[in-house]
């Protein structure tokens, strides 16, 4: 008998393009059918049929605290109780602006969307008013939502479903992105000197998380800055992964980079559709109704996203989250290590506090082209054999792994308990 999630996705195939809304969920890349969730708490998610799950996905990051926390679910039905949306202002949103500059320091103004995708795509459009210019520069494999501009070797569900450059988005959008290899200072010096008073921003995701994850190398961030400050054009961060899950302030306080403006989403809406941008006031004033750029939406600021992400932050802050997470992260990277070198299989493991990644490379992993290079064939039976053990990872190599503070020590050993058998597994059946 067939099971209720393979029912689900036949009757979704129907009616949704690919049964999903959104393609990273569609396990294609692994030759699988997604599983449909019937409910999740803490670092559990249980299917239509009664599988139970850790979960090290948490909806693609915003689920720091875990599924569900008391927390956010207290204050989201206080605030539902008040009113769902009003479409004019409300409390709520100030004190998250006030939060966001508090904790972002190089955020002087923010205004609050719905997406990650809105916030970049806002960003672009503020920059290119602000400077003038068209042009911009992001990095292949980093991935920025769908924005069309930024859909040129893109990273995330694009790069893993085989179409970082969408169809659709116009030659003319294309001819104004310039993307360029993560970690190489000298094609951006390049890009810049050939593309004289064109270049209105750099983008780019300051810990790239979405072709796996990687790191940028010493000083690389540091020159961006200098250089797009010497061009006259502005740093756009895109943290929308990495914005207070990192570290309170985001990778910008790790690594002391002061954006002119940066994309924010996933965490702070704890779990609710939100997204954010922000940075210098002069920038931000160019917004609509203040200045030309014009910018809008009838759920921007929403009364429970805003209440589910101050609930989440503040309940990060009072637990001191990050501390507890970059604990669980080591004791997850010394298991998920110690796997690795029981089976002396080729990999390369890639951590920064709750965010990881395990590559079947031996690497060193620096960009896109290393990443992908990235043997798919032994990740989709890695995926496959963790989640047979009732371990969720994300269903594509180019995506990070995220750890929340619901995690418990139990969780983690058996993760790591369930690492060592199926890469020893994988390695004796490829032997054979
Ligand atoms: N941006 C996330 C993946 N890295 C998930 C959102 C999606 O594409 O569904």
């Known amino acids: 008998m067939s099971s209720r999630s393979s029912q689900l996705f036949a009757a979704a195939k129907k009616r949704i393009p690919g049964g999903v809304n959104s393609p990273v969920r569609a396990f294609r890349n692994v030759n699988g059918d997604p599983f449909f969730v019937a409910r999740a708490k803490g670092s559990k998610i249980w299917d239509v049929d009664g599988n139970k799950y850790i979960d090290y996905v948490g909806s693609w990051g915003p689920a ?17 109780s008040r009113g769902l949306s009003f479409g004019i202002p409300n409390p709520f949103e100030v004190e998250m602006a006030e939060l966001i500059c508090d904790w972002m320091p190089s955020i002087e103004k923010v205004r609050l969307v719905n997406s990650g995708t809105e916030a970049t795509m806002s960003c672009i459009r503020l920059a290119r008013a602000f400077t003038g210019r068209n042009k911009i520069i992001k990095f292949d494999g980093c991935y920025h939502g769908h924005v ?5 070797k893109s990273g995330s569900g694009a790069l893993t479903h085989g179409q970082p450059n969408s169809a659709g988005v116009p030659q003319a959008f294309v001819d104004l992105t310039i993307s360029l290899p993560f970690n190489d200072v000298d094609v951006v010096r390049k890009a810049f000197r050939e593309n004289r008073n064109q270049i209105a921003a750099v983008i780019v995701e300051p810990i790239p998380a979405n072709a796996g994850l990687y790191f940028p190398e010493e000083n690389f961030l540091s020159i961006l800055r200098e250089e797009c400050t010497r061009h006259g054009a502005l740093l756009i961060l895109d943290e929308v992964v990495t914005g207070f899950r990192v570290a309170r302030g985001g990778a910008q306080e790790i690594y002391e980079i002061k954006p002119d403006l940066t994309a924010l989403g996933k965490v702070i809406g704890g779990g609710l559709p939100v997204g954010g941008f922000g940075g210098r006031a002069e920038i931000m004033d160019q917004l609509s109704p203040d200045g030309p750029v014009y910018q809008a939406g ?46 002396k299989i080729g990999s390369t493991f890639h951590r920064i506090g709750s965010m990881f990644c395990l590559f079947f490379t031996p690497g060193p992993i620096v960009d896109l082209a290393s990443a992908q290079r990235s ?23 180019f995506e990070t792994g995220f750890i929340s503070t ?12 369930v690492m060592r058998e199926v890469l020893d597994e994988i390695v004796h059946f490829t032997i054979e």
């Open 64 to 80: 720091i605290l875990g599924h569900a926390p008391d927390v956010v679910i207290d204050a989201v039905c206080e605030a539902a």
């Open 148 to 152: 069309d501009p930024l859909l040129v």
């Open 298 to 343: 009838t759920l921007s600021g929403n009364p429970l996203a805003m209440a589910a992400g101050l609930a989440q932050l503040g309940e990060m802050q009072r637990i001191n989250g990050w501390k507890l997470l970059e604990e669980l992260g080591a004791r997850f990277e010394e298991l998920a290590r110690e796997a690795i070198a029981h089976t």
């Open 375 to 397: 043997d798919l064939k032994m990740f989709t039976k890695f995926f496959h054999a963790c989640l047979r053990r009732g371990v969720y990872f994300a269903p594509s190599q």
């Open 406 to 417: 619901a995690h418990t020590p139990e969780d983690i050993a058996h993760t790591g308990a």
